[in-house]
Nanobody, 124 residues
Framework: QVQLQESGGGLVQAGDSLGISCTAS????????AAWFRQAPGKEREFVAG????????QYNEALKDRFTISRDNAKKTHYLQMNNLKPEDTAVYYC?????????????????WGQGTQVTVSS
């Protein structure tokens, strides 16, 4: 079983940048891809970005790809999300996910491991 620990998050102003990270522990062997999702109050969980551990291939929510960057450090079993030019509508709880099994890593149900979530609040 994989455990995920997130760090980062917090309160920033519109236009600021912020990075969050997610470190995996436990039985991480065989994990193919990791991702970030977010959930704003009253809204469904939304795919932000995903990355394959071995190749580093990435996929983004098209609406966010110009401002957000996902990366990973295999040695540290950590993946990151760098968020630039943040907007108030980016305010949400950000969740990291790992242990993907499926055909489309934009789908939350295809991840078996989740972080506890970290709050990102962007003030105007």
């Amino acid at each position: 079983q994989v455990q995920l620990q997130e760090s980062g998050g917090g309160l920033v102003q519109a236009g600021d940048s912020l990075g969050i990270s997610c470190t995996a522990s436990g039985h991480t062997t065989g994990s193919v891809a990791a991702a970030w999702f977010r959930q704003a109050p009253g809204k469904e969980r939304e795919f932000v970005a995903g990355i394959r551990w071995i190749s580093g291939t990435t996929q983004y929510n098209e609406a966010l790809k110009d401002r957000f960057t996902i990366s990973r450090d295999n040695a540290k079993k950590t993946h990151y999300l760098q968020m630039n030019n943040l907007k108030p509508e980016d305010t949400a709880v950000y969740y990291c996910a790992d242990s993907w099994r499926g055909s489309d890593y934009r789908l939350a149900r295809q991840y078996a491991a989740w972080g506890q979530g970290t709050q990102v609040t962007v003030s105007s």
